[in-house]
């Protein structure tokens, strides 16, 4: 693994019982780039996601998050990114706003008023979580993984459910991020997101990289037809 990887991911193998989830993964992601996963059901990214955010523990391989190994320091690990899971778990008996003081009392550092109006929940931070929409409940989890500006995000279908301006300015944000110097790791089913927002694209499929392309080099045949180019080739193989 690279020292100087924002994100290293190294021979990583992960199995449940006699399924093979993922077989040894490689890549890394550097400070200042956006990279997207993307890959068909099942092809492996929220598993590959699950052990990076040191939810799941590998059964091979190494994962780094800034240098820090997610499996001998967590904590230390989980210190360093942000993360908006799928499905966010949130505190429904909370407003975002006590949310967001949550976090950054235990982050220690944080701009709780730009968080609510990057995600445009200003109007709404005083209400109820419990009250929240689906994509108010998005806004909210993107908003805490982000308040404390950390050197990594890593997102899993972090965008869906977003409205319009709300995803603009998100967006924007990230980029304006990665600018700054941060690492992003999106993982999305969009590819039009992938091709207007990514640097890179990290393909998975039955649980091995098919493809690690820059997303400028990808050429006029676009990104759909490259993706469905390698999962043809993977079934075949």
């Avoid at 805490?144 to 709300?166: Q, Y």
Wanted: hydrophobic share 45%.
């Amino acid at each position: 693994m690279s020292a100087d990887a924002a994100i290293s991911v190294s021979g990583l193998k992960k199995v449940y019982g006699r399924v093979e989830a993922v077989s040894q993964v490689d890549f890394q992601v550097a400070p200042g780039e956006f990279a997207a996963l993307i890959g068909h059901n099942g092809a492996g990214k929220s598993t590959t996601l699950k052990i990076l955010t040191s939810q799941l523990l590998p059964t091979e391989g190494a994962v780094s998050v800034t240098g820090i190994d997610v499996v001998a320091d967590p904590a230390g690990a989980r210190a360093a990114f942000g993360y908006v899971p799928e499905e966010p778990a949130l505190y429904d008996y909370l407003t975002a706003r006590e949310f967001l003081e949550l976090v950054v009392e235990i982050r220690g550092t944080g701009d709780i008023d730009a968080a609510l109006a990057m995600t445009g929940l200003g109007d709404d931070a005083d209400r109820l979580i419990r009250e929240y929409s689906q994509g108010m409940r998005r806004k909210t989890a993107l908003a805490a993984a982000m308040v404390s500006r950390p050197p990594v995000l890593i997102l899993d279908e972090a965008l869906n459910g977003l409205d319009p301006p709300s995803a603009a300015r998100v967006k924007a944000w990230l980029r304006s991020a990665c600018d700054e110097g941060a690492a992003v790791l999106l993982s999305t089913h969009v590819l039009e997101t992938v091709e207007r927002l990514a640097d890179r694209v990290i393909m998975l499929a039955h649980g091995k990289v098919v493809a690690d392309e820059r997303v400028a080099d990808i050429g006029q045949s676009g990104l759909e037809n490259l993706f469905l180019e390698k999962i043809a080739s993977s079934l075949e193989g």
